[in-house]
């Protein structure tokens, strides 16, 4: 027997989970016949799919027909959970497109059909209530093989003897078939077979699920000319298309397997080289556990926690990204009691398991937002949020998710340098095709930079959301051309290219912007309107003054009603359906499908509106990081090309017609970019070379290295020597190396991001889930014990966004200062103003682990510490002391003991 993954698909409404129903009960796979109007159906089992009778996730069902082992994988109808379905089509062998009689081709229709297209899965059509009036196989064809493929035929009549017109059909396919068709005329079975799994052929089946006809039929037809898929016996390969949390809690990856066997305890190395516990085959909420499993088998596993939806697990290499996107976005409303920052933590957990729902924090306002397909999938995330983590949340206004791309091309520099640090990346954008999304192409020579370097740079480009400068959207279909850069023999680290090349990226959308060549696309809906045919000139009136594009009405039967089909404007058309409904007095309805992306019909008020402003996004920056006097400092991004060590390769005609300025500087040659003289003249020459970087960095540690010599001779340790202060000291932490040789060292400063570290460390974690308070103060004690220990000023910070109307206040408290930001202030923001203040005048250290907040403080002189090292910093001081003590009967006589300041 051979394995086979078969999969539903249907637009809501057409008896989709009926069909199933009747499959499971024709294979004796079930006992009872379910119905959605009773809510006992097998596979629709969870209490919202149940009450509102339509299939919200994706489960599979195991049965047996002929020598078939199928796995039946049942998916949503609703265009709300597209993306749940869209899943599926990854580890498809078959697909099963049901259509419903009397409702024809509905848009969703179209959509599961290009989906299919793209996956590449053979499909078969059943065709459902044939037995409601009005129906009939003749004129439900001919809507098929108009509105999605001429070679969708008939492939059997009704005692299941092979159609002639449907061999003649498929016969027209290729040339191997019409000379094998021309030779004997007819086709053989395998020949079928192959035109099916080549998508050269889409039988149908015509029947009624809820009267249990033609399921038999259908079963007969899948099992005669289903494809065999082939699998590479000797090595693994699987894809990962889904993630579960069992009824226990448990993680479960659902996977493909597609080449080789898996066992239980098998290590997999895309999972960070983790062992898989238990393989389950479920049918239902059944499982069966496994020791191993063949290819082409569907299974669960549990034990890694390190996979997404889409990977590709031994052979399958390629990441599969999804299609659909959501373009609605929603503000989720809290209790007041509830802490926005803990919650999102949480929730932002499900993205794993349900991908489309994408949320995001908004920093500023303490907010948190979620991006879904429809209003049916807020109750739905409504629910699972209650039952997950027993908190109330509800929705405010929906609005629009925007893109963002170019209309000409745009050039960018990325350059980082802090100290220590070093990449520069030089980018080209150009448009892209509609729909194309990002794509990567590189004209750098190997000479400027080795191909590892070149690739980990396509790596950063492919693997982020890049922000866009008018709404800070997602920027898509842009093609990125990496022009040239830059590395250090032994200074670049691979998170130096991340910076360099997310922020030449941000700097290219910037000067796009600048020069009028940003565009900001909306989504767009098609509609499939059905109305009384008197309606007509109201709704086309509307659809024009919504922004629509409708095409010639279609009367239907008696003439009293027509059909409208078009485009609009998600922004102006997502709740026209209410009032469709009102002003027809219910007789009208109306189906919408995401088309794609286009140029925002009213660019501007978006724009203004949003009030996005790309310089305030610290996260997200347009500037670069250059590195003088052993020091990073930030330039703007209208400046950076004035600073970059790199000469532009494009030639003089393709920047004019970019719009760029050209300067001839003193290297010599009309290519160069335009490096305008900085207001300071401190940098007249446009490019150094690899040699003074060396001798920046040589100087630095020389630098370093007499701070070091300075420093042990003003703390001898056991000499009882006196610092500055006068007192004497056993040792003396580390500085950050700016201290001037020969004179005393700075004081030190620690600023502590209070809630980062409650967060990262396993301890406080645990004690915040029950009582934030008692985190708070248990962090309290650990800094105080820690200043104790190694001396100098510790300032711990919390926001206080909890407390509006605060004013902000710092507190001694113990031997530490304690502070609480002001309203609307976060801890990232004081941190950073008051690491620029203190800078001058003591050794900033920031532990936290924000990396942007990281590179910030970096640029500003300060030493960062990650939550991580922080805790272990603390450990060694504990031990430290205690060595310290265990010692001093031996040290007593020869050393005093203070604490280090």
Known sequence: MRNLNIGLLAHVDAGKTTLSENILYTSGAIRNLGRVDHKDTYLDNYAMEKERGITIFSKQARFTYGDLNITLLDTPGHADFSSEMERVLSVLDLAVLIVSAPEGIQSHTRTLWKLLEHYEVPTVIFVNKMDMEGTGKEKTLTEIRENLSKRCVELTNDNGVVNDNAIEEISSADEELIEEYLESGTLSKESIKSAIERRLAFPVWFGSALKSEGINELLSGIEEYAPEPFYDEDEFGARVFKITRSASGERLTHLKITGGRLKARMVITESNDEKIDQIRIYSGEKYETVGEAEAGTVVAVTGLSKTYSGQGLGSEKEKILPELTPVLRYKIVLEPTENPLLLYGKIKALEEEYPELSFAWNERHKEIFVNVNG???????????????????????????????????????????????????????????????????????????????????????????????????????????????????????????????????????????????????????????????????????????????????????????????????????????????????????????????????????????????????????????????????????????????????????????????????????????????????????????????????????????????????????????????????????????????????????????????????????????????????????????????????????????????????????????????????????????????????????????????????????????????????????????????????????????????
């Not at 370093?704 to 020597?721: F, L, Q």
């Not at 203040?837 to 910030?856: F, G, H, M, R």
């Open 375 to 901: 209003e049916i999938q807020l109750q739905v995330l409504k629910a699972i949020v209650k039952e997950r983590f027993d908190a109330d949340i509800s929705f405010g206004a929906g609005s629009i998710v925007y893109k963002e791309t170019i209309r000409d091309k745009a050039y960018g520099i990325g350059h980082f340098e802090p100290l220590r640090h070093y990449a520069e990346v030089q980018l080209l954008l150009e448009p892209g095709e509609p729909g194309s999304g990002i794509e990567f192409a590189s004209a750098c020579s190997v000479d400027d930079l080795d191909k590892n370097w070149q690739r980990l740079i396509e790596t950063h480009v492919m693997e982020a959301i890049h922000p866009g400068t008018l709404t800070g959207s997602e920027v898509t279909d842009i093609r990125v051309v990496l022009m040239t850069g830059r590395a250090h023999p032994k200074h670049t680290e691979g998170g130096d290219f991340r910076q360099a090349t997310y922020r030449a990226i941000r700097n290219a959308l910037r000067r796009a912007s600048a020069m009028g060549k940003a565009v900001l696309l909306e989504p767009v809906y098609r509609f499939n309107m059905t109305l009384p045919s008197k309606f007509i000139g109201r709704a086309m009136t509307d659809i024009d003054r919504l922004q629509g594009k409708a095409e010639p009405p279609e009367l239907t039967g008696d003439g009293n009603t027509a059909v409208l089909k078009g485009t609009a404007p998600v922004s102006t058309f997502w709740e026209y359906t209410k009032e469709l409904t009102a002003y027809t007095a219910g007789e009208g309805f109306m189906s919408l499908e995401l088309a794609g992306f286009e140029p925002c019909h009213n660019q501007d008020e978006v724009v203004s509106k949003r009030g996005y402003d790309p310089e305030a996004d610290l996260r997200r920056p347009t500037g670069s990081v250059f590195c003088a006097h052993g020091a990073g400092f930030q330039v703007p991004w209208d400046e950076v090309a004035d600073y970059a060590h790199m000469p532009c390769p494009l030639d003089k005609k393709t920047l004019e017609e970019m719009g760029e300025e050209l300067t001839i500087g003193s290297q010599g040659t009309d290519t160069d970019f335009v490096r305008r003289e900085s207001q300071t003249g401190s940098h007249a020459e446009k490019f150094i070379s690899i040699e003074e970087i060396d001798a920046i960095f040589a100087s630095q540690r020389r630098n370093r290295k007499e701070d070091a010599v300075s420093r042990r001779k003003i703390y001898k340790r056991g000499k009882g020597s006196e610092n500055y202060k006068g007192s004497k000291t056993v040792s003396a932490n580390s500085d950050n190396g700016y201290n001037k040789p020969g004179k005393a060292p700075l004081p030190k400063c620690l600023f502590v991001d209070g809630y980062n570290m409650i967060h990262a460390w396993d301890e406080l974690k645990v004690l915040a889930d029950n009582n934030i308070h008692g985190a708070r103060e248990r962090l309290i004690d650990i800094c105080s014990e820690y200043q104790g220990m190694v001396g100098g000023e510790l300032i711990l910070v919390f926001d206080a966004y909890m407390a509006p109307g605060s004013l902000g206040s710092m507190k001694k408290m113990k031997n530490i200062y304690v502070v609480y930001t002001k309203e609307a202030e976060t801890a990232d923001q004081y941190i950073e103003q008051a690491t620029k203040k203190k800078a001058k005048d003591y050794n900033v250290t920031v532990a936290t682990s924000d990396n942007i907040v990281q590179l910030i403080v970096m640029s500003e002189g300060a030493l960062r510490m990650s939550a991580r090292e922080f805790e272990t910093e603390i450990e060694r001081a504990r031990k430290r002391l205690r060595e310290d003590y265990l010692n001093k009967d031996n040290k007593l006589g020869n050393t005093i003991i203070t604490p280090r300041t």
